[in-house]
């Protein structure tokens, strides 16, 4: 199996570096762009299905790039961050400065106001992993989701340990997870230049 990982290209939150979970915002003009790098990479890779989350982000993205339908599941939405969403850290630090230092103290086990639980969200990431393996076994996929859902699916595949926040997929990349040639799966990046 081979799943091509992706994440959705920028968008105007991205670049204000606002938390936006949740918020169907559309990817901008450097996202298309990004979009359309990703296009390139996987011009030769034949995938039979193509999924993305439920947010227009990611189903813009995955429309620029393969230019064909693809499957929206909501259990590959970006994490719900309640009265946060649309927000910058300082506003954050400004509006609700008690618990923005709680949650950044223990942000896996302090749920922002209205925000969905990080077990939660971890569960539900984890659970539509095991269920596309399975469903996929011997098949090519692509996934093009949200970064945080990225980083749990690299979390159940690769390696449990992992730190959360120091795994990248920098928009206009391609991660591919393969484990076609062997039990363990294999990853690499492919940036349209070169396969690191």
């Known amino acids: 199996m081979k799943i091509f990982l992706m994440r959705h290209g920028e968008t105007d939150y991205n670049k204000a570096r606002c938390f936006y979970g949740s918020v169907d915002v559309p990817i901008n003009a450097h996202g298309k762009q990004q979009a359309l790098q990703l296009r390139d990479i996987m011009a030769d890779k034949n ?29 590959l939405d970006e994490k719900g961050f309640g009265k946060w969403e649309g927000l910058t850290a300082d506003e954050i630090e400004q509006h609700y400065p008690n618990e ?14 209205d925000a969905e639980e990080f077990s939660h969200f971890q569960q539900r990431v984890w659970q ?25 699916i690299y979390q ?13 997929f920098p928009q206009g990349t391609v991660t591919c997870f393969d484990n076609s040639h062997s039990r363990e799966w294999q990853t690499s990046t492919l940036n349209g230049k070169e396969e690191s």
């Open 47 to 75: 995938v039979s299905q193509i999924y993305t989350s439920s947010l227009q982000r990611t189903k813009e993205t995955a429309r620029l790039v393969f230019d064909t339908d693809s499957v929206a599941l909501s259990s």
């Open 100 to 113: 923005w230092q709680a949650w950044l103290e223990a942000p896996f086990e302090i749920t922002p106001p």
């Open 128 to 152: 539509v992993t095991d269920d596309l393996v399975d469903q996929h076994a011997y098949d090519s996929i692509a996934i093009v989701a949200h970064l945080g859902v990225l980083r749990l």
């Open 156 to 168: 159940r595949l690769i390696d449990r340990h992992a730190i959360f926040w120091d795994l990248d």
